[in-house]
């Protein structure tokens, strides 16, 4: 059996290695899970050949943090700051999820992403109170098709399990290579002690798990990045998510053990958890990913995002991010903060085929064609998004999701909505 072909021909295709750069007239060929070729004139050679006439080509986008559970939660908390979402969305709001809650938020929540072309996310899943609920997370993930690592989080206000986190490490998530992997989210040393930091790294070495953990000055430790190395805890496979309070040393100490961080310009503005750190992040030497971390107060697309960390660079940063930085966040950079770059993140050869297809003809994105790149970042809308293929698979075609009960999700996600809003 021969693997199915696609040939993506004649798009404007925006590569991202090792900076972006947009090709005029560029086709890009398919095979199986994986992008074979790019370039002028490829032979379509048995291909199904898809016009890109029009279309600006690139891969998927790649969200760094995002709390899926709270797609159910939809303009929950415009005016939370992050002490008030902790006591109101995490522990007023989560404790209410059943696991068939979290299978319809996160479900949604996934092709909500998909359908705005984020090909890969992170899903920070923290309204796990039972090991039914960490299922019902999972299963959700495999339903949505695409690319995600589910990283097992420890409510802030409940339990801990750390025997079933090796049960789904064990049992389910247990293939590093395939669609949906694994990552650990625990609290982390600004928000538990170090003997519970201690025994959740240890856990995470044990089952060969990356880690994912939101770090800022406090409450626990001031200075948390000097805690995890006074305590031999600094680890290359993790990524940190925020750190607005922290200090230029704390960030270099990330750079140097090889960890990885997210930002989340937009909510961490709605919140107030301190100046944008993209800049300063990146004048450390480490690398960094975008996250749109709270659908309950903000959207959950990639082109709002970036905007936000644009407009946040040029208000405070001396040398803002150009729109090839804030891309390449969006993007490259995002795989490799998740540890996936060597797999998706640009359109080489090789690399699995997450490939998206925005619509230059569309009334917004008319004459953009002129700067594609600037395009994406400073015009784009999720309704531009026209085609898009996760390993391979075409998963929106023509505007439109090929998932297949959307209308059966959509109504156990009004269903959950109605249980835990109805207090
Ligand atoms: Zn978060």
Redesign the pocket.
Known sequence: MTDTRFLLRNGYVVDTESAPVALPGTDVLIEGDRIIEVGPGLSADGATVIDATDRIVLPGFVDT?R?LWQTALRAGAPDLNLGAYMSVVLGQYGPRFRPQDVHAATLVGALEALDSGITTLID?SHALHTPEHADAAVDALHAAGLRTVFGYGFPAHGAQNPEDVRRIRNERLYDDQALVTMALAPLGPSFSPIETVSADWNLARDLGLPLTI?VSSGPVAARPITTLREHGLLRADTLY??GNSLDDDELKLIAESGGTASV?PA?EAQMRVGAPLADRLRRAGVTVGL?V??VSSLPGDMFSLMRAALLASQIADTTPLTVGDVLKMATLDGATALGLADRIGSLRPGKQADVIMLRLDDLNMLTAERDPIAAVVTAAQPHNVDTVLVAGQVVKADGRILYGDTAQAVRALRATAAVVNDH
């Open positions: 943090h709390h920070y939101h998510v925020h989340t909510t996250g971390d709270a």
